[in-house]
């Protein structure tokens, strides 16, 4: 691993930090406008998150930038692509992971929701909404479609297919296509398409289209139909997807969050690049910041409702929750980050260094490998 393959992009870092506070002022707008007066005359705070589907618009990001930066990060001049990539990837996501199931458990036990030990072990695989089991904190489900993500593109190495971005062009506008069917198709009385399916294909649709779009960026798709693929499918999200789902009968509020979602990015990786070293250093700390969050405001919450509705802490603007939270959730993440993620990571790196990394083949130099590739 060089020095390029360690470099991380701030602007990218930047939009990260970006998407983890629109999750979190979602969340926390939601759960504390009806904490006291003042909250309730400011509950424009969560109606305005509402009205431009804040979360949503935050994951749809986070999706995104999974695609502009996961397939880059695969050493595919290592006699052992495949294995490495899996292993440094499952120690970047589930040692913090792990620590959020005990401690969402407990905010669960806080709100007489205990959590079973059944319910817990099947979290502990990050498969839980593939089981039907509930899980511990509700944004698990955006890691199971991560974990999708990560082996369909061990499949397109394996096939030698990674870089091939007219054929992910094809399987993301041929994915497209399936799940508007299937919408079309639950509309219809006795055809129900299965929900979760369908929305499965179009996450994935956008995490393989941020593929397609750093391939651009880099001067990788060399040919008017590649180019054509990464702006159409663009287009379609940020004006056609929300126009196609209101006409099937799907409300707008839907689709919005994956349309600012997309032009969000957009916007982030070309236009008004920030890098910031504040909100770049939130990014380096999002996916802390993103499991945690729920597990800082749910106690907080918890205690706040058992005081008198004449209480001070009852007593603050909306958005003073919002900034309150975000600060202890920042805080909390860091601890985590510097404990616990960060080794996880390194630890990662090194088993790979052991095991695979300096094991290379005659595959270098033979069109598989994409220059300048960077693992942020």
């Given at each position: 691993?060089?020095?390029?393959?360690?470099?991380?992009?701030?602007?990218?870092?930047?939009?990260?930090?970006?998407?983890?506070?629109?999750?979190?002022?979602?969340?926390?707008?939601?759960?504390?406008?009806?904490?006291?007066?003042?909250?309730i005359?400011?509950?424009?705070?969560?109606?305005l998150?509402?009205?431009?589907?804040?979360?949503?618009?935050?994951?749809?990001?986070?999706?995104a930038?999974?695609?502009?930066?996961?397939?880059?990060?695969?050493?595919?001049?290592?006699r052992?692509?495949?294995?490495?990539?899996?292993?440094?990837?499952?120690?970047?996501?589930?040692?913090?992971?792990?620590?959020?199931?005990?401690?969402?458990?407990?905010?669960?036990?806080?709100?007489?929701?205990?959590?079973?030990?059944?319910?817990?072990?099947?979290?502990?695989?990050?498969?839980?909404?593939?089981?039907?089991?509930?899980?511990?904190?509700?944004?698990?489900?955006?890691?199971?479609?991560?974990?999708?993500?990560?082996?369909?593109?061990?499949?397109?190495?394996?096939?030698?297919?990674i870089?091939?971005?007219?054929?992910?062009?094809?399987?993301?506008?041929?994915?497209?296509?399936?799940?508007?069917?299937?919408?079309?198709?639950?509309?219809?009385?006795?055809?129900?398409?299965?929900?979760?399916?369908?929305?499965?294909?179009?996450?994935?649709?956008v995490?393989?289209?941020?593929?397609?779009?750093?391939?651009?960026?880099?001067?990788?798709?060399?040919?008017?139909?590649?180019a054509?693929?990464?702006?159409g499918?663009?287009?379609?999200?940020?004006?056609?997807?929300?126009?196609?789902?209101?006409?099937?009968?799907?409300?707008?509020?839907?689709?919005?969050?994956?349309?600012?979602?997309?032009?969000?990015?957009?916007?982030?990786?070309?236009?008004?690049?920030?890098?910031?070293?504040?909100?770049?250093?939130?990014?380096?700390?999002?996916?802390?910041?993103?499991?945690?969050h729920?597990?800082?405001?749910?106690?907080?919450?918890?205690?706040?409702?058992?005081?008198?509705?004449?209480?001070?802490?009852?007593?603050?603007?909306?958005?003073?929750?919002?900034?309150?939270?975000?600060?202890?959730?920042?805080?909390?993440?860091?601890?985590?980050?510097?404990?616990?993620?960060?080794?996880?990571?390194?630890?990662?790196?090194?088993?790979?260094?052991?095991?695979?990394?300096?094991?290379?083949?005659?595959?270098?130099?033979?069109?598989?490998?994409?220059?300048?590739?960077?693992?942020?």
């Amino acid at each position: 691993m060089n020095a390029q393959d360690d470099k991380r992009l701030a602007y990218i870092d930047s939009l990260r930090a970006i998407a983890a506070i629109l999750v979190l002022w979602v969340h926390v707008s939601e759960l504390y406008r009806h904490i006291g007066p003042a909250a309730i005359a400011t509950k424009w705070v969560n109606d305005l998150a509402v009205t431009i589907s804040a979360g949503r618009m935050g994951v749809v990001a986070f999706f995104a930038i999974s695609g502009f930066v996961v397939p880059f990060s695969i050493k595919l001049a290592h006699r052992h692509p495949v294995r490495e990539f899996l292993l440094v990837r499952f120690f970047r996501l589930y040692p913090a992971y792990w620590l959020s199931i005990p401690l969402g458990a407990w905010a669960l036990w806080l709100w007489n929701r205990p959590l079973t030990i059944s319910e817990g072990l099947v979290n502990l695989t990050m498969l839980e909404y593939v089981f039907d089991v509930r899980p511990a904190i509700g944004l698990y489900w955006t890691l199971a479609v991560e974990l999708v993500f990560y082996l369909c593109c061990a499949i397109l190495v394996q096939m030698r297919a990674i870089t091939n971005y007219r054929l992910i062009g094809m399987l993301v506008v041929a994915a497209l296509a399936v799940q508007l069917l299937m919408f079309v198709l639950s509309r219809m009385k006795g055809l129900n398409a299965p929900y979760w399916l369908s929305m499965w294909l179009l996450n994935l649709s956008v995490m393989f289209w941020g593929t397609l779009y750093r391939a651009n960026l880099r001067g990788e798709t060399r040919s008017r139909i590649d180019a054509c693929f990464v702006w159409g499918i663009a287009f379609f999200f940020v004006v056609l997807y929300p126009i196609a789902v209101w006409m099937i009968g799907y409300s707008r509020a839907y689709s919005l969050g994956y349309s600012l979602g997309v032009l969000l990015f957009i916007v982030g990786t070309r236009v008004i690049r920030i890098e910031w070293r504040p909100l770049a250093w939130l990014g380096v700390i999002s996916y802390s910041i993103y499991l945690f969050h729920p597990v800082v405001f749910s106690p907080v919450l918890h205690w706040m409702r058992h005081l008198p509705p004449d209480s001070w802490w009852r007593s603050w603007h909306l958005g003073s929750y919002v900034i309150a939270v975000l600060l202890l959730t920042i805080a909390f993440a860091a601890i985590v980050y510097r404990f616990v993620e960060k080794p996880g990571i390194e630890l990662g790196r090194r088993l790979a260094r052991r095991w695979f990394t300096g094991e290379r083949d005659a595959r270098r130099g033979d069109g598989l490998v994409p220059a300048a590739s960077a693992a942020e």
